[in-house]
Each structure stands twice: as C-alpha cells, then as structure tokens.
C-alpha cells in the first residue's frame, strides 16, 4: 500500500450519496489534504481540500454538495458527497502535495 489508500467508492443512483475516506499511513494534520477526480477522457480537476487549519475548499462544481473533513485521530481525511450527479462520475484520489502523496483512486458511478 501507498502512502494514501482511498475506500468508499461504488455506484449509485442520481440524487444517492457516498462517502469517500483518504487513510494515510502517517499523519498529515499538519499539511493540506485534497480530492481530485478524472472522468475518462478528461483531465484531472480539483474537487476540495482542506487545510492544515481545517480551512475548506470547494470547486464551484461541487459546493453545497460535497463536504471535506479530518479525522486527525485516525489519519483519515473523508469526502461526503451527496446530491450526486451522473457527471460527477470519475476515478477520485486523495492528494497531499506537498508530501508528494498520492492515492491510487477510488471509482464513483452514478447513474441517470
């Protein structure tokens, strides 16, 4: 495993929820985590990211929808995502770049 393994991906309906989780193999309380996600065919875009101060972040596409949180106790940072859309379908990945970290992806399907 690297040093960031994303779970909860799946497929649901529109308008269905999922929660993404990001575990980290040391702590990254102190740095930024984000979320990114590639649809075939297209270029990775930023979703969210939360800051070392738990300041948050949202793409336009996504506000009001998705919530980013840390779990410091647990390594995890986690992405609630609701209201979900057919074209939020696409691979995610969690990232601390300035770690130079990066999660192998985690697959979301929604369907009409």
């Known amino acids: 495993q690297g040093p960031l393994v994303e779970s909860g991906g799946g497929s649901v309906q529109a308008g269905g929820s999922l929660r993404l989780s990001c575990l980290a193999s040391?702590?990254?309380?102190?740095?930024?985590v984000s979320w990114y996600r590639q649809a075939p065919g297209k270029q990775r875009e930023w979703v969210a990211s939360?800051?070392?101060?738990?300041?948050?972040n949202y793409a336009d596409s996504v506000k009001g929808r998705f919530i980013i949180s840390r779990d410091s106790a647990k390594n995890t940072v986690n992405l609630q995502m609701s209201s979900l859309k057919p074209e939020d379908t696409a691979a995610y990945y969690c990232?601390?770049?300035?770690?130079?970290?990066w999660g192998q992806g985690t697959q979301v399907t929604v369907s009409p």
């Open positions: 040391r702590s990254t309380r102190y740095v930024a």
């Open positions: 939360i800051a070392s101060d738990s300041t948050t």
């Open positions: 990232a601390a770049a300035v770690l130079g970290y």
